[in-house]
Nanobody, 127 residues
């Protein structure tokens, strides 16, 4: 089983910082793009930032210049450093990974590439 587990959410102040971490574990063959999405109450889940396996980041306009995404391929971890927080950054943040998992069934390896999601971590910003 593959799991993505987020940590680091909580309460931040406007203008302050929070750091989110997400670790993938389990029967992982490889991980492509990793990223963070967020969903505020009553709204759709939106892209925040993604990072390729070679470390190329991409940011949505709303967070560019304030948030930094990074990853540690050896640890299957992606980090989102959030600076200069704004009240509108408040949401549930979800980790995402384009991941190929493996299974050994009767000594035959099977591979499956899919999008995996973490359980979400709440970020609240006080003004």
């Amino acid at each position: 089983q593959v799991r993505l587990v987020e940590s680091g959410g909580g309460l931040g102040q406007a203008g302050g910082s929070l750091r989110l971490s997400c670790a993938a574990s389990g029967s992982i063959l490889s991980i492509g793009d990793m990223g963070w999405y967020r969903q505020a109450p009553g709204k759709q889940r939106d892209l925040v930032a993604t990072i390729t396996s070679d470390g190329t980041p991409h940011y949505t306009d709303a967070v560019r210049g304030r948030f930094t995404i990074s990853r540690d391929n050896a640890k299957n971890t992606v980090i989102l450093q959030m600076n200069s927080l704004k009240p509108e950054d408040a949401a549930v943040y979800y980790c995402n990974a384009d991941l190929t998992a493996w299974r050994d069934i009767d000594n035959v390896f099977h591979f499956n590439r899919s999008q995996y999601w973490g359980q979400g971590t709440q970020v609240t910003v006080s003004s």
